[in-house]
């Protein structure tokens, strides 16, 4: 090759090798500008997620500050207090991080400086709420401060950050166009030499896709989270809406209690104005609190909220003293008292039957001390004047069934005292007769004599016990030893006729006013009767001993004897079934109870036997 040609060709190559290295460096300024702008738009897209999350955060926080200061306006649970305190702290947190993220971004600055006013004026609009819920009730809390006066800020709030979102965007799509107009200018660069261009397009391509990659991974995240933020928005938005809707329910029923309240209180007011007896309420230290219409008239007192009175300036000493011994059995053993008192009235002293029981706290302490009482001194008469009657109607059929028991008597008598007087006159001809009969002889004949008399002393006094009056020396008897001692009276009696004689075990505080002597005949009798009714065992006689009520105590006696035939009347005069009985001992029986205000009966038992109960008042008969 000539050296003219072989310059041409090395300045070709030359001119071939600088345009090549002039177009490798222009791809590589391109492509540069290209990776640049490629890294530009990644930190774009960062920037916008980093954005749109720290919205989501103030956004969030917002919302959880409305829903737990709401919920709590609504039910007064302090545990919606630690939701909306929580977000109160973060959202302070939030909004600085979002100022940080935005600050190369001077119109994000001032939205920002019109977001946060609002943010403020929110939780001091929810702080008011909670304050006045907390200081005076729900009601309060809900008429100072309107219920959607909240939502106003929200949605003033919520609109600034649906701004600072679009714009977010808009920069975003800008950065997407001026990096597509790039990579087309590289592409049409890479042309001019293929083989460089082939490889760096192959590597451009690879950078692309792989940026491509990252920023659909970036938009499908981004997006994703839009889309969650957007459902806690609805889902927020429904739970406020269900929130306001139980807020109204509540406002509703909380309204319908107080009218029910109300009218409840004027149904007890207009009770207790037309109540015949006094009712009244007391605090632990004896002021009333209560008095209904009654009480006031008979006190003379009316009762003032800004002066309570107590019973010592109502009643004299000694009425007062028994009031607050009863008022005081009542608060110290949280139970109910029935008792009678003694009340001073304008005509004079009355007696009250009176109930006072205890009004208790949450916490099962005695609060108050309530009582309703009824005046029965009129009815005190009238049980007198019953009593007397009844006594005077009871003496009257004494008189008749001793004019009975005379009649039956005098009959009794008259064949015995006839064979005694034979058998008299018997011996004393033998006697005359033969001075010298067998002692042996005598003897029989005095026997006979002597078991006549025998007889005729036991019925003349069952005659004299029935006919005498009923006079009662009253005494504490503890129970569970009578008994034991009336046992061990028969045991010996009921073992020789193979019968088992048993009294229940009682406890040793059990105890009874009566007359000892009269009870002692009671249970002699009645425990006689069974034992007699059984005649040969095997049978059992058994006492048992049982509590029909707090004043009241019962003695029973059953038997597994024959039973009592339907068409005896037991207690009748002279109704019995024994051959040598008088008829007399459960008449007399009946006498005793009677006299200490008891009761008597009996009952038939199955397959066989009979149970006689015998019921006494404990603390003895009522004075006349």
């Given at each position: 090759m000539k050296p003219g040609a072989r310059l041409f060709v090395r300045r070709r190559v030359s001119a071939a090798f600088a345009l090549a290295v002039l177009l490798v460096g222009a791809i590589g300024v391109i492509a540069y500008s290209s990776a640049s702008r490629f890294a530009e738009t990644a930190g774009q897209i960062a920037h916008t997620c980093a954005v749109e999350t720290h919205l989501g955060k103030v956004l969030g926080e917002i919302h959880d500050i409305e829903i737990g200061a709401r919920d709590y306006v609504i039910t007064g649970d302090d545990g919606h207090l630690q939701s909306y305190r929580g977000a109160t702290a973060r959202v302070e947190s939030a909004l600085k991080e979002l100022r940080r993220v935005t600050a190369g971004n001077p119109s994000q600055q001032q939205?920002?400086?019109?977001?946060?006013?609002?943010?403020?004026?929110?939780?001091?609009?929810?702080?008011?709420?909670?304050?006045?819920?907390?200081?005076?009730?729900?009601?309060?809390?809900?008429?100072?401060?309107?219920?959607?006066?909240?939502?106003v800020t929200t949605d003033a709030i919520r609109d600034l950050i649906d701004d600072m979102r679009a714009e977010e965007w808009e920069q975003l799509q800008q950065g997407e166009a001026t990096e597509h107009a790039s990579g087309r200018d590289t592409l049409r660069s890479f042309g001019l030499l293929a083989v460089l261009i082939v490889a760096l397009l192959a590597i451009v391509a690879h950078l692309v896709r792989h940026e491509a990659s990252v920023r659909q991974r970036a938009q499908a995240v981004l997006l994703a989270a839009y889309e969650e933020s957007d459902r806690r928005v609805e889902e927020r938005t429904a739970d406020l809406a269900r929130s306001n809707a139980l807020l109204r329910e509540e406002v509703a029923q909380h309204k319908r209690a107080q009218e029910a309240r109300r009218e409840s209180e004027q149904r007890f007011a207009q009770f207790m104005r037309y109540l015949p007896g006094v009712a009244f309420m007391k605090?632990?230290?004896?002021?009333?609190?209560?008095?209904?219409?009654?009480?006031?008239?008979?006190?003379?007192?009316?009762?003032?909220?800004s002066e309570r009175v107590t019973d010592e300036q109502l009643w004299p000493a000694p009425i007062v003293a028994q009031f607050r011994k009863n008022d005081d059995h009542v608060a110290r053993t949280g139970t109910a008292l029935q008792t009678t008192e003694k009340v001073p009235h304008d005509d004079g002293m009355h007696e009250w039957l009176v109930t006072k029981f205890p009004i208790l706290n949450g916490d099962g302490t005695v609060r108050l001390v309530g009582g309703v009482a009824i005046d029965i001194t009129e009815r005190r008469r009238a049980e007198t004047e019953l009593r007397e009657l009844q006594e005077r109607a009871q003496q009257r059929e004494r008189l008749a069934d001793i004019g009975a028991i005379t009649a039956q008597v005098a009959h009794d008598l008259g064949n015995?005292?006839?064979?005694?007087?034979?058998?008299?006159?018997?011996?004393?001809?033998?006697?005359?007769?033969?001075?010298?009969?067998?002692?042996?002889?005598?003897?029989?004949?005095?026997?006979?004599?002597?078991?006549?008399?025998?007889?005729?002393?036991?019925?003349?006094?069952?005659?004299?016990?029935?006919?005498?009056?009923?006079?009662?020396?009253?005494?504490?008897?503890?129970?569970?030893?009578?008994?034991?001692?009336?046992?061990?009276?028969?045991?010996?009696?009921?073992?020789?006729?193979?019968?088992?004689?048993?009294?229940?075990?009682?406890?040793?505080?059990?105890?009874?006013t009566a007359d000892d002597e009269?009870?002692?005949?009671?249970?002699?009798?009645?425990?006689?009767?069974?034992?007699?009714?059984?005649?040969?065992?095997?049978?059992?006689?058994?006492?048992?001993?049982?509590?029909?009520?707090?004043?009241?105590?019962?003695?029973?006696?059953?038997d597994?004897?024959?039973?009592?035939?339907?068409?005896?009347?037991?207690?009748?005069?002279?109704?019995?079934?024994?051959?040598?009985?008088?008829?007399?001992?459960?008449?007399?029986?009946?006498?005793?109870?009677?006299?200490?205000?008891?009761?008597?009966?009996?009952?038939?038992l199955s397959p066989h036997g009979t149970a006689f109960h015998v019921e006494l008042p404990c603390r003895g008969p009522l004075p006349a």
């Open positions: 939205r920002l400086d019109s977001l946060e006013p609002l943010v403020h004026q929110a939780v001091t609009f929810w702080e008011q709420a909670i304050n006045a819920r907390s200081a005076a009730g729900q009601q309060a809390g809900t008429e100072t401060v309107p219920v959607f006066e909240g939502k605090d632990v230290e004896g002021r009333y609190v209560y008095m209904n219409d009654t009480f006031e008239r008979l006190s003379h007192q009316k009762l003032s909220e015995p005292l006839a064979g005694l007087s034979m058998q008299a006159q018997l011996l004393l001809q033998r006697i005359k007769r033969d001075g010298t009969l067998p002692v042996s002889t005598i003897v029989q004949l005095v026997e006979r004599i002597i078991t006549e008399v025998r007889h005729l002393d036991a019925l003349i006094r069952e005659f004299m016990d029935f006919s005498r009056e009923q006079r009662l020396d009253l005494k504490c008897i503890n129970l569970s030893g009578f008994l034991q001692q009336v046992v061990e009276v028969w045991q010996p009696v009921a073992t020789a006729r193979d019968i088992a004689l048993t009294v229940d075990q009682l406890p040793n505080g059990l105890s009874l009269k009870l002692r005949r009671v249970l002699d009798n009645l425990v006689k009767n069974a034992i007699e009714a059984i005649d040969r065992g095997p049978g059992q006689v058994s006492i048992h001993v049982t509590v029909p009520g707090p004043e009241a105590v019962c003695i029973s006696v059953a597994t004897g024959p039973g009592i035939p339907e068409t005896l009347q037991a207690f009748r005069l002279f109704e019995t079934t024994k051959p040598q009985g008088t008829g007399l001992g459960l008449a007399v029986v009946k006498q005793i109870v009677l006299a200490h205000h008891g009761k008597v009966r009996f009952d038939r």
